[in-house]
DNA sequence: GCCAACGTTGGC
DNA sequence: GCCAACGTTGGC
């Protein structure tokens, strides 16, 4: 098997909820609760239709940005890598919770995330208005207008630009 | 399949 | 808290 190029990503959280404290702490989580059908392909197998190579979801080894929305800062706070992709969101099994989702079974789920481990947590925020003042970063996903996909695709060199303004 | 109404996201 | 931009739902 020959050794693919890995993605990037970026993938947001509201820390309200989870943070990149709280991703520092646990070293390794689920990203479940992705109810959005664009994003959750993004965290599936691909398709065996696909041929190998052709990059349009997330595999193991790939790097993410860790990006806190609705935060004060908001932006992106640090790294992580994808683990295992297209398994079984389980929040969408649980009956209490408001991520239930009834159509769903067990031997067909509807909702799928990643496993997730913690790589860095960056010594400050590169905040979202930083991103949108820097003329290399025009076209990254997030600062498109109306762009709410939590998660989305991240070209290697935004995401290696956005690395060295974490350091600076 | 259209589309109005409604719900959600997320910056500000 | 406001609200623009989207996504989803459901009547027809």
Redesign the pocket.
Known sequence: MVKERIQYWLM?S?PSVYSIEDFKKERKTLWTGV????ARNFMMQPPSSLASGEKATMQPGDLFLF?????DP?GVAGVGRIKQVGLPDPSQFEKSS?LFEPRATKAKPIWFCAECEFVEQFSRIVE??EL?SDRKLTELL?L???????VQPVSQSHFKHILTKAQS
């Open positions: 947001k509201e109810r959005n059908y664009q990006y806190h929305s609705n935060a908001t408001e979202l208005s949108r997030v498109k207008k109306g762009m709410r996909l939590s």
